[in-house]
């Protein structure tokens, strides 16, 4: 029997081992012709993708395809540690049913300018229902022997057995006091017993659902009876950014607030959009927003898979270039990514930066970023600006892993936004 559960975890650690060289364990589209990814609690269309450990919140996966073939595409899940790194356990010990099985929802959009099959995965369904709580990656293949990912998604799971009180305070640092958004939190756990909060413990702290920007890791400063306290005076701290820049797309028969021209043919949509300005040094006015969500949704058809896409071009006007810095257009259309595909090019008969790309009808939110050559790092301050007044939606998740356990559960989860 050891043999057997030696050579089982050793083709646990093969897989994972694979896996890490053919996608990366982060939000993101891996082919340019997958449009329109969505991953939300099922009906809550701008919510984050987070569900309980019963499975009474379902997850719904939405994409497109812009083409006219129908792909078998399959989905795995895979179980991951507090910092999205794949966790110990084998598929059988968070896992009832079938860790990898096949999309089998699929559909034709109906009388669109652009061909697409929509497809749709519900989690967890029949054949796939998790038993642990914790992080976890969804992955989308295609279904052929290379197993070539197509989208990686990120999901929590939680299990709620504590509560969690959230307050926005002004930031410790004085130089951040216009600009930043500083968090403290305290956990409560009157039913449960925590030995040893310093070791067990650790939080994650995400800003309108970007992990990539997230604080995770975060051990507690204090605790005391049965609290455990967040207060670091400074260290959880936020750019508090702008509102974000609103696309509505939900027609495209009449031209809306966003739109300076409107052009149809039979077999095209064309949407110019009016220059943007840069932000940075506008004074904050607040504005509603979708903390940089979007959703799909036609107002001139019934069906839904009547919504077409639209080529949509955007322009930055800067007047002069900036010479040091590529400018990138974001959101969570693409998982705010500053790939090649939504880098902006220089037109000096605009004087700024333009880019045209397909989006299908729907409510977006988008900001644009610049980065210095050879860097990594984005910078939104030169074309958005940061004010603490800005409303901002945080999720806060609370991990545990007492002595000798092998996995990091979700015990706590809370959604509180600032300055609303």
């Not at 650690?13 to 939000?27: G, P, T």
């Not at 990686?152 to 305070?169: A, C, D, G, M, S």
């Not at 008969?349 to 980065?371: C, D, H, M, V």
């Not at 301050?381 to 999720?395: K, R």
């Amino acid at each position: 029997m050891t043999r057997i559960l030696i050579f089982l975890f050793s083709l646990h650690f093969l897989a994972l081992n694979a896996q890490k060289s053919d996608f990366e364990f982060i939000d993101k589209i891996y082919s340019p012709t997958i449009k329109s990814v969505s991953f939300h609690p099922q009906g809550m269309g701008i919510a984050a993708p987070v569900s309980d450990i019963e499975g009474n919140i379902p997850l719904l996966l939405t994409f497109d395809e812009l083409t006219s073939d129908v792909k078998r595409y399959t989905y795995k899940i895979i179980h991951c540690d507090f910092d999205w790194h794949p966790s110990e356990l084998m598929e059988m010990e968070y896992i009832n049913g079938y860790p990898e099985d096949n999309l089998q929802q699929y559909a034709f959009s109906s009388k669109t300018t652009i061909s697409y099959v929509h497809y749709e995965l519900i989690l967890p369904n029949k054949a796939t229902k998790w038993t642990k709580s914790g992080n976890y990656l969804l992955v989308i293949f295609e279904d052929e022997d290379e197993k070539i990912p197509f989208i990686t998604k990120r999901f929590v799971v939680i299990n709620n057995l504590v509560q969690i009180e959230p307050r926005l305070v002004i930031p410790a640092n004085a130089s951040l006091y216009r600009t930043h958004q500083e968090i403290d939190f305290v956990v409560n756990h009157p039913k449960l017993l925590i030995r040893q909060p310093a070791q067990e413990i650790k939080a994650a702290v995400v800003q309108n659902g970007q992990w990539q920007n997230a604080q995770t890791g975060i051990a507690p400063f204090s605790f005391r009876n049965q609290q455990i306290i967040f207060d670091y005076q400074g260290k959880i701290t936020f750019p508090g950014g702008k509102e974000f820049r609103p696309l509505d797309l939900r027609s495209l028969w009449q031209r809306t607030g966003q739109m300076a021209d409107l052009i149809r043919t039979r077999t095209s949509t064309e949407v110019i959009l009016f220059k943007d300005k840069l932000r940075g040094e506008e004074p904050y006015f607040q504005n509603r927003d979708i903390n940089g969500q979007f959703f799909i949704e036609t107002q001139d058809q019934n069906n839904p898979l009547a919504a077409d896409y639209a080529q949509v071009l955007f322009n930055l006007n800067t007047g002069e270039p900036f010479f040091d810095k590529d400018v990138f257009l974001l959101g969570s259309f693409n998982d705010w990514i500053p790939s090649p595909e939504y880098r902006m090019i220089y037109s000096p008969e605009e004087k700024g930066y333009i880019l045209k790309k397909p989006f299908k009808q729907g409510f977006y939110n988008y900001s644009y970023a610049t980065r210095a050559k050879k860097q990594e790092k984005l910078d939104f301050m030169e074309t958005e600006g940061s004010w603490y007044e800005t409303e901002n939606e945080y999720q806060i998740f609370i991990y545990y892993r007492p002595f000798g356990a092998r996995f990091d559960e979700v015990i706590g989860y809370q959604v509180f936004y600032s300055n609303r």
